[in-house]
């Protein structure tokens, strides 16, 4: 039996990744651990999965080494814990689990890694705080590769992700006059894809913002520089230039009345890195508003101009009894690393939370379907510099035995950085491809709740992407139907089935495939 994915340097990083978790914590440990609430779960997932393309095959797929087309049955034997902390002074979380799949046909044994954990401490009492998080995620790693929705698919495509900050930061109030705030956050993402940079970056944030001493006219100053360091895991391939980002800006906010606000920001913001689209560094400004017309709804939209042309920002929040809204537009220069530090994808965890927060059954959806079933774009691997620009909206209906969650999304990038920084990672051919992309779509959910401890629910997902350099298109269509069931306050199971579904122009691009899994949850 053939085993991988679990190397010396997979738990050099696990090891790694577990300190930066447990230093915040452990900071305030000697006043502190006497009074705080530790609660300890171990927990084991045992899953058995029959699929009839395990590697996701329809005529080849290149370099990416999947097992091509072909049934097989997978059992996973997922063993984790979780730990959470709370005291006067600090909290943390940690959920780790080991990810063992057993492959019947294929006779391979992998293992798979998978960490969350964050930890923020008050070390000195309203004024001194350090953040901290550490993660360790697997995914698709190119968009023109085979879109596997877990770990268990076999495409070639599935990459770790080892991401790690820490935050300390000061805080301060001047009476009613004013508050400030001096931040450094230290961050590094790597991945073991060959040829992929990792990335180091550090940043120092200010801000001073008017207090409520000023009822009518509002201020801001805020300053921020970053640091990207990139240096590529394997050494004969040396290092990127490193990026710096600096950004310094004025606000003025105009209270209109206690729900209305106008609001204008001006400043300069010097870059240094290399573009192919010109200038770097640009005056910018932005005008907009902030609106709250009642306690349940909130507006904010703004737009300007920045080095890159116009720039544009939107956030929409409303919410009834039985009805949750959401709208957000965000755009801004980044990389790979900058995203995996603020999150990664464009659905992250807090979003899928407030979702489902509505939803009689929505941790179980969040548990065992989410977010396999939920169509995400891919925060794919690249070295260079883009501009992304992401849309989102959402409506979540809850009734007293169905629900509904309608969701679609726009997520762009416009590269920035030349094709030859992603030449060693993919190729100077799918290299120009991905210069500039589109992923634009959407999920409908339907959940059905057939008692107090059994729902059922369906699933579609759509996502086009587009390369826009050509012509070329991949479809992709998630269909998931799946029943769980509560036996016991500790003991939960599944079953869901999936079909998906490619259609792409490129040779060799299109594929389908259908899975049906079996789950059992025990905590312990």
Not at 299 to 320: C, E, L, W
Request: net charge positive.
């Amino acid at each position: 039996m053939k085993s991988f994915g679990c190397g010396n340097d997979n738990f050099s990083r696990l090891r790694m990744c577990l300190r930066v978790g447990c230093i915040v914590g452990l900071s305030s440990w000697g006043f502190q651990v006497s009074a705080a609430e530790w609660n300890i779960q171990p927990r084991l997932t045992v899953s058995e999965t029959y699929t009839d393309n395990v590697g996701l095959g329809g005529g080849g797929f290149g370099g990416f080494g999947g097992a091509g087309r072909g049934g097989e049955f997978i059992t996973q034997i997922n063993p984790g814990v979780s730990i959470t902390g709370e005291g006067r002074r600090f909290k943390s979380n940690l959920s780790y689990t080991l990810n063992n799949l057993i492959y019947a046909k294929n006779e391979r044994f992998r293992i798979r890694n998978q960490l969350n954990t964050d930890a923020t401490a008050e070390i000195i009492k309203h004024h001194f705080f350090v953040d901290g998080r550490a993660t360790i995620s697997q995914q698709n790693a190119f968009l023109f590769g085979p879109q596997a929705p877990d770990n268990a698919v076999l495409t070639g495509n599935r990459r770790n992700i080892y991401m790690w900050n820490i935050s300390p930061y000061v805080r301060q109030r001047f009476s009613n006059l004013a508050s400030g705030e001096v931040r450094y956050v230290h961050g590094e993402v790597s991945s073991n894809a060959n040829s992929f940079s990792n990335s180091s970056s550090d940043a120092a944030i200010f801000s001073l913002n008017s207090g409520s001493a000023f009822r009518t006219l509002g201020w801001g100053v805020n300053y921020s520089h970053t640091q990207i360091d990139r240096k590529y895991a394997r050494s004969n391939l040396g290092r990127l230039q490193t990026i710096e980002l600096e950004r310094t800006t004025g606000t003025l906010r105009y209270i209109v009345t206690s729900q209305f606000s106008l609001i204008g920001t001006a400043g300069y913001e010097r870059n240094s890195f290399i573009s192919i689209r010109g200038r770097t560094s640009s005056p910018l400004w932005t005008v907009g508003f902030s609106w709250t017309p009642t306690k349940r709804t909130k507006i904010d939209a703004s737009g300007g101009k920045r080095f890159f042309g116009n720039t544009y920002a939107a956030s929409v929040d409303h919410r009834t009894r039985s009805t949750v809204w959401n709208l957000s537009y965000v755009e801004d220069i980044t990389t790979f690393g900058q995203q995996s530090l603020a999150g990664g994808s464009i659905l992250s965890a807090s979003m899928l939370g407030q979702l489902f927060s509505g939803i009689q059954g929505g941790d179980a959806l969040l548990n065992q379907g989410l977010p396999l079933s939920f169509s995400d774009p891919n925060n794919f691997l690249t070295n260079r510099l883009f501009l992304l620009r992401r849309l989102q909206a959402s409506l979540t209906l809850n009734g007293k035995k169905n629900s509904l969650v309608f969701r679609g999304f726009s997520y762009s990038r416009k590269s920035f950085s030349s094709d030859e920084e992603d030449a060693d990672l993919i190729g100077i051919e799918n290299a120009a491809l991905t210069r500039d992309t589109t992923q634009t779509g959407g999920n409908l959910l339907w959940n059905h709740r057939l008692s107090p401890r059994t729902n059922a629910n369906i699933n579609l997902g759509y996502i086009r992407t587009s390369y826009d350099v050509t012509s070329q298109e991949d479809d992709n269509i998630i269909v998931t139907a799946g029943l769980n069931k509560r036996f016991t306050s500790n003991i939960s199971g599944s079953i869901m089935y999936y079909h998906l579904h490619r259609e792409s122009n490129r040779n060799n691009g299109s594929y389908d495939a259908n899975a049906i899994t079996a789950t059992l949850n025990m905590n312990f």
